[in-house]
């Protein structure tokens, strides 16, 4: 291996790692990271003369100064963060010592610039791709610095040798650093293996070194996940594709789980509430004589509505994300919080809570890691977070929840009169709306977003929304009845992940419900957007399988690295301590566990290469197996188990509409289901429009809403698609 493209690779890896770790802290936006990529790519083919140039030298130093000159500007003249002028000059320093490695200096200068970065990703990041990198640091390191040595020592010996005429002719440093023999697979194997007591000893100083949290070594990303739904007002024509963001926004851990818990669990997470309708959003009014007030705390413990017990209340682990705003997505049932304090400077350093008039949760942090606290549930049933309320009624509580646009069509109360019929209790009359709506159609096409008064067009025309219609229908409904409701947004639903034990609550499922006043209950929940159209969707299929392993290796290094503090430490510390005491003890006791131990050690001859060859072919034999495994799992559910009988049933439905459709020339793309297929044939004007959407809902219904299909009505419907398969094929209209 020639000696400067081994080192040239060494170099650049270390650099591309540290730009990488950089920029996934989050504060480089995409324009400078595209840039600053194109930099690296065009100087790894800056060779030869262009090197020595001295013009090419001076034109960079040239726009080294205007560019710090351009960054000192925006940061005092132009309002931009100094933070991240400071992180995009870092990487044009690193561009242009790449663009103009000349000698051994230029690559130290690039190999610690490159370790500055890692240092400096590590106060704004701390993510899973840091991690990555610094494994990835931890094995080129010492290749770069290795290699960086020899280079200085030919450089330095050679030319003093050649310039006092010791070698009797000029030595041309270059052909030696082109030279085959100076670098060998032994040599590079021997640099990797100081990988490992770098490695240990990082980890060492990482568990040892206190957690004291100085000033600016505390900053984390500010790149939190702004969450649709969740800010001071939402609009009825905005947010329903939010149900296709995978994005995972928090991890639920629910205790005691069985080995095989099901893949979808309906976890409703309280987390914004909405209480003025203009007619086409809501909003929430400001709050009133400091009605907001912080959460009572008593160490580690928050009320909601008191103090929870760990000794007889349900403990679930909730990990969240950073939210913008940060809402405090609340389960149904708790009533109450553990947030273990967090150490800076060396002192505990407690999470600050506020609930407001409308008792949603919020908490107040600057370090962007979001937040991990414990749901306590209380025994059913329990008491809900409004009835601390009842007794607190203010003059304005019926303008605040009884509020009506102006505008509002007489039309929406007499539909609600009809609906409510004879039932006279405030919840009898709110489930009589609740099951009226529950048998409309759910759909992410936003096809009254359009109109001029978006409600009144789905209560009169379409029957047809997402989450948010549903709720706002029922709450706008009641209100005309004269019962107090507010609208409610959160999460509902959990998909299990089986690496790490844990459910996934994603943006995909984030939810719209109502809050029900009633006088001896308080706040009721109700919801009556179609259940099966809100279950979480059990992603399948090989890239699934790798983002849960991705997922998990997240949460683990989220729990064991980035929250790693003081009182974890202290907590570790402990639980040495405990098992050497009961190592000494023991040992104490039996008087012959130390020889008896040395002994069995000193007798047996272990056969070492023998062992390492039965590891590594069953570490093969594992990777095969698991490959076979995964293959096997195809088409099967969460659980490994196969596919049921209704599941099996609703599959074939699929399959014979996807027949039917592709006899009629109007076949489903690949990156459609079936019901939005059939909706895309019903805005065409297609004929087989009508018979697609009845299989496609009933298939959505039996595959997903466990509603499953009986073998006549499989058959009867099976029957029709052969028949409309069967008949001449329609030209597709001019609008497809």
């Known amino acids: 291996m020639r000696f400067s493209q081994v080192h040239k690779f060494a170099v650049f890896t270390l650099a591309v790692l540290g730009l990488v770790a950089l920029g996934a802290g989050g ?6 990271l ?36 351009a960054q000192v500007a925006r940061a005092l003249f132009f309002g931009a963060e100094a933070l ?31 370790i500055l970065q890692l240092i400096a990703a590590t106060v704004l990041g701390g993510g899973l791709s840091y991690a990555l990198c610094f494994v990835g640091f931890v094995i080129a390191t010492p290749w770069a610095m290795t290699l960086g040595h020899l280079r200085r020592e030919i450089e330095g010996n050679y030319l003093a040798d050649a310039r006092a005429g010791r070698a009797g002719v000029p030595i041309d440093v270059a052909r030696i650093l082109r030279s085959r023999r100076v670098v060998g697979v032994g040599l590079l194997a021997g640099s990797s293996v100081l990988a490992v007591p770098i490695f240990l000893l990082t980890a060492v100083i990482f568990v040892l070194f206190p957690r004291i949290g100085l000033g600016i070594l505390t900053v984390r990303s500010r ?49 914004t509430t909405f209480d003025t309708y203009n007619g086409r959003s809501w909003s929430r009014r400001p709050n009133l004589g400091g009605d907001q007030r912080r959460v009572d705390r008593e160490d580690t413990l928050y009320s909601l509505t008191r103090l929870p017990d760990p000794e007889r209340d349900i403990a679930v682990r909730i990990v969240l994300d950073p939210l913008e705003p940060p809402v405090v997505p609340v389960l149904d049932g708790a009533v109450g919080l553990r947030i273990d304090a967090r150490f800076e400077g060396g002192f505990p350093r407690y999470a600050d809570l506020t609930i407001d008039h409308d008792d949603g949760v919020r908490y107040s942090s600057n370090d962007g890691v979001g937040l991990v606290y414990t749901a306590f549930l209380g025994a059913p049933p329990a008491r809900p977070m409004g009835r601390r309320r009842i007794a607190e009624r203010r003059p304005d509580f019926t303008a605040r929840y009884l509020q009506l646009p102006a505008d509002l069509s007489p039309r929406v109360r007499d539909l609600t009169q009809r609906i409510m019929g004879a039932e006279s209790t405030t919840l009898g009359r709110a489930r009589a709306v609740e099951r009226h709506l ?25 029957h047809a929304g997402h989450c948010e219609y549903f709720s706002t229908a029922m709450a706008v409904m009641l209100r005309t009845a004269g019962i107090p409701t507010r609208n409610v947004t959160g999460f509902l639903g959990g998909t299990f992940n089986r690496y790490g034990r844990f459910y996934a609550v994603r943006q995909g499922d984030a939810h719209s419900w109502v809050e029900v006043w009633d006088a001896n209950e308080g706040w009721v929940t109700f919801d009556p957007t179609p259940p099966a159209s809100e279950m979480s969707m059990v992603r399948t299929g090989v890239l699934a399988e790798l983002d849960a392993v991705v997922e998990a ?38 008087g012959r566990a130390i020889e008896r131990g040395r002994t069995s050690i000193a007798s047996r001859s272990v056969p070492w290469k023998r062992l390492a060859g039965v590891g590594l072919g069953a570490l093969t034999l594992a990777a095969l197996g698991w490959q076979l495994y995964a293959w096997r799992r195809i088409g099967r559910d969460a659980n490994g188990a196969p596919p049921s009988v209704a599941v099996k049933d609703a599959q074939q439905l699929a399959r014979a509409l996807d027949l039917a459709l592709v006899a009629r020339g109007v076949a489903r793309p690949p990156n459609r289901t079936p019901l939005a297929w059939a909706q895309e ?35 009867a419907l099976r029957a029709e698609l052969r028949s409309a398969a069967s008949q001449a094929p329609q030209a597709p209209s001019a609008s497809a």
């Open 27 to 32: 504060e480089m936006p995409m324009l400078s």
């Open 34 to 69: 595209g840039l600053t990529a194109v930099g690296v790519f065009a100087s790894w083919f800056v060779e030869g003369e262009l090197l020595q140039s001295e013009r090419y030298g001076r034109a960079w130093n040239i726009a080294l100064v205007l560019a710090l000159a």
């Open 84 to 114: 991240l002028t400071i992180v995009e000059f870092a990487a044009l320093l690193q561009v242009n010592r790449l663009a103009n490695r000349r000698t051994a200096r230029d690559y130290q200068q690039i190999t610690l610039l490159a």
């Open 223 to 271: 790149a939190d996940t702004v969450m649709a739904g969740f800010g001071n007002s939402v609009d009825l024509s905005g947010h329903g594709t939010i149900r296709s963001d995978q994005t995972i926004v928090l991890r639920v851990q629910p205790p005691n789980l069985p080995a095989n818990p099901p893949p979808v669990r309906t976890f409703r997470l309280r987390g």
């Open 438 to 462: 529950a048998r409309w159609r759910y759909t992410l096409e936003l096809e009254s977003g359009g109109a001029a008064r978006p409600l009144e067009d789905f209560l009169f025309r379409t």
């Open 553 to 590: 290796l997240r949460m683990r290094w989220r729990h064991y690295v980035v929250d790693f503090d003081l009182g974890m430490q202290a907590q570790l510390a402990r639980r040495v301590w405990r098992f050497v005491e009961q190592r000494r003890r023991h040992d104490t006791l039996s």
């Open 681 to 715: 044939l019903t805005r065409r004007g297609d004929p087989m429009a009508a018979l697609a959407t009845r299989a496609a809902e009933r298939y959505t219904a039996a595959r997903f809403g466990a509603d499953p299909l009986t073998r006549p009505e499989l058959d």
